[in-house]
């Protein structure tokens, strides 16, 4: 490459600043949505998308951040249908204001970040496969995410929701160290986990339906306890979980949330809430106010 070739002054110790690209589907979106950003107009738009495209949403975000601040755009929503494969860090850094879907599948770190804002991943309406048996995201989505929603109708890979401190997802399974080191937020988990579920978990709450009955083998026993909210007093958790199941299914059309909630009271008894040894159940539905 030559000295200088896309980048630009004001990097650290000797290098140079890495410029933008000034072509791909980012810097399309960049251009599109100039005056809609600019203006807080809101808005519809669809584009396809594949696995090249990566970061999609981060600069969007970083704009509306600039211009309106973290929550600006949140009563005018800009809404993003996108469809093919989405490359790594799809919703990376999401503000407030941005609502991205996607119909196909996306590669790792969906959501790292993300701030707020709403990611939605569902299967090709064509698709011969049945989804809640199948991947749909990457590894290591929803890393250090503060806020937001992720509704996913599949499975998440690895070290899904590590660090997340805010977010709120459904996902319809996931690999192993799901939930490590979470310190807040909500995430429901409607399918197998892999093991060592919630190492370090010391804050938020996650659902966990255990067709298998083998839960209770797949998380880390160290700072975490998980009950069955089919009990007396776990009124609050069994509306929450309810809610949250009518979200995903509207948001993916996701069959098998749906076939839950239609026989809700053959599965009560087979989902887990997990929560933090340290935390009471009082404080807990506090958590779920917050949430709300």
Known sequence: MLAGAGLAHGGHCGAPRLAASTDGLAAELDADLDLVLTHALGGSFAYPIRNTDRSIGARLSGRIARLHGDHGMRDAPIDLQFTGSAGQSFGAFLASGLRLALEGEANDYVGKGMAGGRIVIRPPRDAQYVACDTPILGNTCLYGATGGELYAAGHAGERFAVRNSGAIAVVEGVGDHCCEYMTGGVVAVLGRTGLNFGAGFTGGVAYVLDLDRDFVDRYNHELIDILRINNEGFEAHRSHLTDLLETHVAQTGSVFAQRILDDFRD????????????????SLVETLRRAA
């Open 267 to 282: 599965f009560l008894g087979k989902f887990w809430l997990v929560k933090p040894k340290a935390a009471s159940l009082e």
